[in-house]
């Protein structure tokens, strides 16, 4: 089973700061198969990103996913105050789905 | 517009069972894979069972093999995890979730169910 491990934990930053957030597989995923979901307190998961690069319908274009292989990124490019939630990476291989641990952008 | 809703949880004992729906509605059903998805208290998120748009093909996490059943009725638009032989570590939010159309993630989430499982 493939371990996807984020990268930090938790960040703390202002608002119109820059969010960067890792997202490491324990061996090399198909590009297109990642997929980057957020997560408010009392939500459901919202997808972001899927094809590791691509926006979901009506994500606005601060958001952006990067990478391949094993190693892949979201970035906000500059945090709106509805930013600061959980952020999850998923993966899909060999009939199964796998997420991280998640990443909090807290608000500093 | 898409809405996905999830009913049938509760608190059970353990070794008990449950069966949990999600009622789709806004799209055509019978077009999509279908997802169902947990997280327990406070932590990540598992995904637990899936199944093709005709229910010929289902998947099954390691977790809950032998003791979950996914299902669907294209014609009621309707979802179902048929939950046996639980146990606490099931204690959760359960999600279902549409597969997106273009990739093997999912663009569509109900507001989930929690299930409890306690004595």
């Known amino acids: 089973e493939i371990v996807l491990t984020q990268s930090p934990g938790t960040l703390s930053l202002s608002p119109g700061e820059r969010a960067t957030l890792s997202c490491r597989a324990s061996?090399?995923?198909?590009?297109?198969?990642l997929a980057w979901y957020q997560q408010k307190p009392g939500q459901a998961p919202r997808l972001l990103i899927y094809?590791?690069?691509s926006r979901a319908t009506g994500i606005p274009d601060r958001f952006s996913g990067s990478g391949s292989g094993t190693d892949f990124s979201l970035t906000i490019s500059r945090l709106e105050p509805e930013d600061f939630a959980v952020y999850y990476c998923?993966?899909?291989?060999?009939?199964?789905?796998?997420f991280g641990q998640g990443t909090k952008v807290e608000i500093k | 517009q898409v809405q996905l809703v999830e009913s049938g949880g509760g608190l059970v004992k353990p070794g008990g069972s449950l069966r949990l729906s999600c009622a789709a509605s806004?799209?055509?059903?019978?077009?999509?894979?279908m997802i169902w998805i947990r997280q327990a208290p406070g932590k990540g998120l598992e995904w637990v069972s899936y199944?093709?748009?005709?229910?010929?093909?289902?998947y099954y996490a390691d977790s809950v093999k032998g003791r979950f059943t996914i299902s669907r009725d294209n014609a009621k638009n309707s979802l179902y995890l048929q939950m046996n032989s639980l146990r606490a570590e099931d204690t959760a939010v359960y999600y279902c979730?549409?597969?997106?159309?273009?990739?093997?993630?999912?663009?569509?989430w109900g507001q989930g169910t929690l299930v409890t499982v306690s004595s």
């Open positions: 199944i093709s748009a005709s229910g010929n093909t289902i």
């Open positions: 998923q993966q899909y291989g060999s009939s199964r789905w796998t």
């Open positions: 061996q090399s995923v198909s590009s297109n198969y």
């Open positions: 979730a549409r597969r997106h159309s273009s990739s093997l993630c999912f663009d569509y």
């Open positions: 806004g799209f055509t059903f019978s077009d999509y894979y």
């Open positions: 094809g590791a690069s």
